[in-house]
């Protein structure tokens, strides 16, 4: 529950009680965020009425991802990028963490943000509509985002990896693991 707790407590209650950088709510949070979501299943209607319809969103959409916080984050924005169904639509993903403070440098809003708002709201022909519809950047290449024209791109290949006991040096820890394509060659907890 430490995800959970830091969440409710830290971001939203603390965001609507103190601020956070925006006018405080009258009166704060008064839902109690984990007891909601300790007292129900994992899916059922409560949840299902609180869920996104991502296919009837009927705006232009211009959707930030970052190769990071992979299975909840990322995995979100990429699920609702295939799932949205407007052609103007595009996706960029970078390396790197979603960092708040990324979202506020100028240059970072001059690159990404202010020409798609520019075209959509103040009808500036940029030609943002007539770059490639996706734009990734590879982590670790120290190149900018290279344009495809789908996501997933259709010559992308799944490969399967499995854990390895071998360190991979990433981190310092009594954990570190590695990742290998080789199957292993017994099951795990056989002789």
Known sequence: MGFLNSWSTDLVRAGAAIGGGVPPRPGGVTADIIGMTLDRPVADDWWEQRAVK?????VPVLNIAWWYSVGLHLRGQLDGHERLTRSDKRL???AGTDSQERYHRTEFLDAYVRPWYDHW???VDNGVMDQPPVR???ANS????????EWPPRRAV???F??????????????DG??????PLRPPGGP
Not at 54 to 58: F, G, H, Q, R, S
Not at 142 to 149: A, L, N
Not at 162 to 175: D, F, I, M
Request: proline share 11%; glycine share 6%.
């Open 92 to 94: 960029l993903v970078l």
């Open 54 to 58: 991502v296919e009837d969103i009927d």
């Open 162 to 175: 499995y854990l390895h006991p071998e360190p991979a040096r990433a981190v310092r820890s009594l954990n």
């Open 178 to 183: 590695s990742l290998t394509t080789t199957p």
């Open 142 to 149: 120290g190149r900018g985002p290279r344009e495809e024209s």
């Open 136 to 138: 990734i950047q590879v």
């Open 121 to 123: 709201l103040k009808g």
């Open 158 to 160: 799944p490969t399967k």
